[in-house]
């Protein structure tokens, strides 16, 4: 009878982790984000991915400089150098994009 209920707390946490992990913001394994100072949305990408010339943010080229943030609208962007990802920048949030890697 042990056996089983150990068998069976065990099951409970793993569905608790799995559970916890399903809610987590992906977003922040691919950067970071901080209040905007004047409640503005904006976007700073840190990294160039290794040297990329141009990098697309929602099919068009950034306009802004490695690590310099600039203006964006809240919701849901692509990104692209060498290989495209999607990340949610949340409203009134600097959102710092700094990892390519998978």
Known sequence: MRQFSVGLVAAAWLL???ATASCLDTTLSRGKKTPSPDGKTYLAVM???????SILVDGEVWPHGVGERGEI?????????HGGYVF???????????????
Do not use: A, M, R, S
């Open 16 to 18: 608790i982790v799995l």
């Open 47 to 53: 990294d160039d991915n290794g040297g990329c010339e």
């Open 73 to 81: 609208e809240p919701g849901e962007h692509t990104i692209d150098c």
């Open 88 to 102: 949610t920048v949340p409203e009134g949030f600097v959102f710092e994009f700094d990892y390519w890697g998978p």
